[in-house]
């Protein structure tokens, strides 16, 4: 009975204690914390914190100082204690940059916190750089300069008991100011290793998020940026868009000085495969490789930030090294096989058009056999962008014509050349898209039978409107009572357009519904006749709006009520604005096959002067959310 009672009050010393700590009631806290054994370290939480752990996790400088105050000199010693993780009272300060003063008392009570480290081997300092506090950071440095002089004592704080170091984990959180900062003050960091076999160069070129200004997906930040000037270094705006924009643009600014840094002191793409001889290929007698990579540790910075899309990081990188262009990985891959498997078209379209690499890239060879025209039947989907998968249609599409250009740069060996499955390009990019092929063709069906049920209700309505004019027939001629009117001819126009356009449409999709849905027909054809639906759908559907206007002003006009039908007008216009916005994405995708399509009759009765035989301009990748 006298435990329940006892562990009853403590529970009710730790409520008030808490409840006090929240309230911010700093005499309360400090008198309960006298009544107590332990003073200010007495454990407050479930989780083994005591009450200036909690102090300095609100940032309670004047509490924190207080409490400190009530331990006797004879057991400073007792600062020491931790809680569950590890934390001792300094690393609790080291999280925030506004408790340094509060660290600085701490330190000089009990010196030995400094070294102390958490359950995974982290000391305040390291703490300090994994949260990107820079203050903080700054100030532990100080002290552990100043304290050890010798490089072997200081890199006690610099790694963690998983390899990783200050430099790694301030990338991961992608504070990369205070990651360039370390770069320049400990350079033996940049070539360090974490537990993954992962430089800190590594880690960077597979945050492509990290280059982004903040609004290559949106056209309206887009807009704001293009007429708004976004100066990194100056004040943040209040407005939230604008300060999101703003944080955005420092983080990007800061990556690509911290990858400079980087690429002007690494030489990993120095270490290369030897170059394929691609007279020497012969079917039968290509040996068959066993080594299997199943870690980005094997490599090259170079070779991550084009598999990840860091496309900054790969320009500087041939910028400050061009001869980087011959890098070939372990397994036998260039940079053309890469950027093909992995879709990553600017950096695709960067190397076919630097003429001289291109000649030897272009026709070499992996382990696995595959030419650069093989990568495009290998696929790979990024799983961070998975949940943005476009349209099958339109992902098939879009790898039809990288084949037709990535056939068209390369030479005629590879074009024919088997791997070591003995299967051509063609033959891999075939049994590679079965299902994409059955996914495009039921996607295609369903948007074109869709389509077609809404045009025969459009045609239905049109050829009903037309039977019964609004004010009726005359009862003696049997012509239309309001046929005088400047707004029934705007109607009879306007829903015999609507009529027409819909019934056209319906020929359109049926002949979509009716194609045989091979893959050539997913390169232009069915595309342009999606388009042309569409179009003719949109317009009968806007032309019967206007026959609705001109039949709800007709009627306003007899009973006099003008105002009404200035209202009631644009009303009118509502559902094609709804129709409209809900099929922009996939009219805007449409739109750009038909200027493809446009460019390329344009360019074959009008021949402009050549730019190279190498050079070519591909589509960026579509991504459709219909």
Known sequence: MADTTTSRNYRNINADLYKALLEGDDTKVCDICQDLPDGPLHKLTIHNDTVVHVASYYKRNNLVLQLLGLLPEDQFNKLTSKNDAGNTILHA????????????????????LLTMTDMHGETPFFRAARYGKSKSFRFFREEVSRRFARDEDVRGFLVRDDKATILHVAIHSENFDLAHDIAKIYPMLMGEQDGDGMTSFQLLACKPSAFNQGYDDHFFKRFICKFIHLNPREQMSRVPLLKQLHKQRIKSESAKKLATLFIENDASWESTSPLSNEKGIKLQEIEKSHIVINTTSHYSPFFLATKSGSTEIVKEILRVYPQAIEHIDKDGRNILHVAIEYRRTEIYKLV???????????????????????????????????????????VL??????????????????????????????????????QLHIDAKEWMKSMAGNC???AVLFATVAFTSSST?????????????LESRTFFTVFSLANGL????????????????????????FHNPLHDKLLLGLTLLILSWSTMMISVAATIIL??????????????????????????????????????VFEERLKKVIDLIFPQP???????????????FV
């Open 93 to 112: 300060t080291a999280a925030n940059n506004k408790t340094v003063e509060v660290a600085g008392e701490m330190l000089r009570r009990e010196p030995s």
């Open 352 to 394: 076919i058009n630097m003429k001289g690499p291109l000649m030897r890239l272009r026709g070499e060879i992996d382990k696995q056999g595959n030419s650069i025209l093989h990568m495009v039947g290998k696929k790979v989907i990024d799983q961070k962008a998975k949940g943005d998968i476009g349209s099958p249609a339109f």
């Open 397 to 434: 599409r879009d790898d039809l014509l990288l084949f037709e250009h990535v056939k068209h740069i390369c030479t005629p060996i590879a074009t024919s050349h088997v791997n070591n499955d003995g299967m051509t390009a063609e033959q891999l990019f075939i049994k590679n898209n079965e």
């Open 452 to 454: 077609s049920v809404v």
């Open 469 to 481: 004019p609004p004010g009726g027939f005359d009862a003696v001629t049997g012509n239309p009572i």
């Open 498 to 521: 609507s009529l027409t356009f819909s019934l056209t449409s319906i020929i359109i999709f049926l002949s979509i519904l009716t194609s045989s849905f091979q893959l050539k027909d």
């Open 555 to 592: 009627g306003g006009s007899s009973q006099g009520k003008d105002w009404t039908s200035i209202i009631l007008y644009p009303i009118t216009f509502f559902p094609v604005v709804v129709f409209v916005v809900s099929y922009v994405r996939l009219y805007k995708l449409l739109i750009k």
């Open 610 to 624: 050549s730019l190279g035989p190498t050079t070519i301009f591909i589509k960026e990748p579509t991504r459709s």
